[in-house]
């Protein structure tokens, strides 16, 4: 009997990645750009003007959010796109003949989306450093955390790609409900700042948290307990795994 | 009797749609040979390659290949089997190398540059092998997935109408690839419409229609079996009946008494003698003849006639 396919989940991880270097300037310069953007704007510009947050530079404050921008758009997308392109070519034939299982399928490609999203962000944090003056607090806990993060939504992304029946689809939940909730989740301003109901409100926002245990590893201050924040990303991640294993149990949209 | 490569015993796939694409079939392939499958189109011919493959989840049945049972050891027949589809389903950005070494690496196959560029060389694709599979042609493109399917070297492949779509002098050659194939111990079970492809190269035939394998015999068993002679003789002068002396021939009048036509024989060659027979008959019997067309049936019109005769009356 064969065990795990390891070079089935290698080859499959090494594509991937080689799948986003080959639209580098889509996949990796464009988001750069953007982020550089919203520093010089934000963190240079309007940023010398604001008051600090929470002991914080307002510069250096919008980091962790706009990080998180960035990782929630680009993992998710990336993952979701990965594993779509396949279904809507044909060319999953070759995934779901080979024997590779869920374990290998998810490590190759939500691995290589999460990579992808690594990189972005150690690209953000050094392209952070030619805008404002910052320093990790806790940068284990943040790498880390960052990780977590990249991994969750190459997970979500992954759900996403098997879900989605056309390129509409594909595109709406990034543009549509994690960029606004992103924007809204304290990226450029703390939640403990808003009058209620609005602090109620913005809690009710997931990404908030995630925005908040981020800015925790960076600063020591957030606005929800940290203990709070890694929660409720562990508990999205194993929500995530659960619904993955039940899409390759069934085969549901994968195998007919 | 040597074990089967592969058994597929009481298969059925129902799709969720109410449509029963395979109805009970049971199939066994032996090791070393080339199997088709023929059958019209919506036959179930892919589903049966999907469910094997693992593309199809069966409704029911048991498939085991290699011994290994596809349900509970899936990754160890697999590993062994390779697929051809239908669809010309490429990577078009990636190139061809990179394709075929890919899909080694996904069957858990250590990298071997020598072995991909030896299969780019028999499939003609190693001048190529630095292109974009989007620059090929059909063909080309259609050679590519050949190679991808044997890049891990499979004891058994699948190739789901694998000339479609090619022009003849291309499907001639893709006929020597899968004869040298079959030269080097692989397995094939291939599918086509084109029943001439099956003539040149199959061992044995399956039939199937409406999800149920009609029969499944040795190519030359069956063209022995359902195989006929027929002759057409144009008569000089119309007939109005079969004179008694040659009354015994299984004969019948048309074109107005015109023609002759005789149907019988088998797929041994019984029939040309008999029509040997027959025209000393008419001789003897003064019955002249200007021409006589003659031919043996062939593996299309034997399944032609199978199909036809399972057709459900209206």
Redesign the interface.
């Known amino acids: ?3 795990f ?4 989940t ?3 991880y ?2 991937e990645v ?1 799948r986003s270097l ?1 639209t580098a300037f889509q996949s990796i310069l464009s988001p750069v750009l953007t982020t550089s953007l919203y520093f010089i704007v934000f963190g240079t510009v309007i940023g010398a003007r604001m008051e600090p947050v929470d002991g914080v530079a307002y510069g250096a404050f919008i980091i962790p959010g706009l990080l998180m921008l960035t990782l929630l758009g680009e993992t998710t997308s990336n993952s979701s796109f990965g594993i779509y392109m396949p279904r809507f ?3 999953i ?9 869920v374990a290998e399928t998810l490590i190759g490609f939500v691995g290589a989306a999460a990579t992808k999203g690594l990189i972005l962000a150690a690209i953000i944090l050094v392209t952070a450093t030619f805008f404002v003056d910052y320093e990790i607090k806790y940068p284990l806990f943040a790498a880390l955390y960052i990780m977590l993060i990249a991994a969750s939504f190459s997970l979500f992304g992954f759900i996403l790609g098997i879900w989605a029946d056309g390129f509409e689809k594909l595109g709406i939940i990034p543009l549509l409900i994690l960029t606004p909730l992103t924007f809204l989740g304290g990226t450029f301003y703390s939640i403990d700042d808003l009058p209620e109901p609005w602090n109620s409100v913005a809690l009710a926002n997931p990404i908030a948290f995630l925005v908040s245990g981020l800015r925790w590893t960076f600063y020591g201050t957030s606005d929800v307990p940290i203990a709070l924040s890694l929660g409720l990303t562990l508990g999205f991640l194993a929500v995530c795994t659960a619904i993955i294993a039940f899409i390759f149990k069934t ?1 549901w949209r994968l ?2 | 009797m040597q074990e089967p490569i592969l058994s597929i015993a009481g298969l059925s796939k129902v799709y969720s749609g109410g449509v029963k694409a395979l109805d009970d079939v049971d199939l066994d392939i032996r090791k070393g040979e080339i199997f088709a499958l023929l059958g019209p189109n919506g036959a179930g011919k892919t589903t049966l390659i999907g469910a094997v493959c693992g593309l199809v989840r069966p409704s029911g049945g048991v498939i085991t290949a290699f011994g290994h049972d596809l349900k509970n050891d899936w990754r160890s027949a697999r590993a062994r089997i390779g697929l051809v589809p239908q669809e010309l389903s490429t990577d078009m950005f990636e190139t061809v190398e990179r394709a075929v070494s890919y899909s080694r690496g996904l069957f858990g196959h250590a990298p071997d540059k020598a072995r991909i560029h030896e299969i780019l060389r028999s499939l003609s694709l190693y001048e190529k092998r630095s292109s974009q599979i989007r620059e090929l042609s059909g063909g080309m493109k259609r050679r590519v997935l050949i190679a991808k399917a044997l890049a891990h070297e499979p004891e058994l492949l699948f190739l789901d109408e694998p000339t479609a779509g090619v022009d003849v002098e291309l499907r001639k050659d893709m006929w020597e690839q899968i004869s040298a194939l079959r030269e080097r111990g692989t397995t094939i079970i291939l599918t086509t419409h084109y029943i001439e492809e099956a003539e040149e190269m199959a061992d044995r035939v399956g039939i199937i229609r409406g999800g149920k394998i009609l029969m499944v015999d040795d190519k030359a068993s069956m063209m022995k079996r359902l195989g006929r002679t027929e002759a057409v003789l144009q008569l000089a002068e119309p007939l109005s009946e079969l004179p008694p002396s040659i009354a015994a021939f299984p004969l019948e009048l048309s074109a107005d008494g015109r023609e002759l036509c005789f149907r019988g024989g088998d797929g041994t060659g019984k029939g040309r003698q008999q029509v040997a027979d027959l025209t000393k008959a008419l001789i003897a019997a003064g019955i002249d003849f200007t021409g006589i067309d003659i031919r043996e049936s062939s593996l299309e019109d034997i399944f032609v006639s199978l199909l036809t005769e399972q057709e459900e009356p209206a």
């Open positions: 009997m064969i065990g396919n390891v070079r089935g290698w080859s499959i090494k594509r080689m080959r070519t044909g060319t034939y070759e995934l779901l003949s080979a024997p590779v299982g085969g195998r007919e």
